[in-house]
């Protein structure tokens, strides 16, 4: 059953409207709660900072409601790539932490969509550093915005 909390049922801002760090820092992303809720949306918004501009993002969740202190608080997401199957020998595949890049087609604001992404009530927090990528302007950082609706 889900809380009946306004404030969850509203858009709630992941990054306010900022430009990103200098030199493909990553940015200090905001905590929001959202315990027992099972999908969030993510809604994002660039502006290239320069030509070219590219930035990345990605998800880190908590199954804990603070930090234990000991490195073991936020989890990123993973991707896998299947290893080829070959009768009678087991199959390694492989496993890595997923960063998402996006790259502007233009000087305008651009505006897409992320997810939704299953968190089955088992998410205490999360949160979505950003920073503009080495292949993008380091130097000339663009704009990021994101808000997010949970169900």
Known sequence: MLPNIPTYLQLQTVRASAALELLSAWDTATELYCPEFN????????TEGAPSGIFEFRLEVSPYTVDLGVGQSWFQQGIIAGGGVVAATDTTSLTQRENMSYGAVGAAIENFVYGPVELRGAVQRLRMPCRETAGGAPLTPGTVHIVATFA
């Open 39 to 46: 999908f969030v949306t993510f809604y994002l918004s660039y």
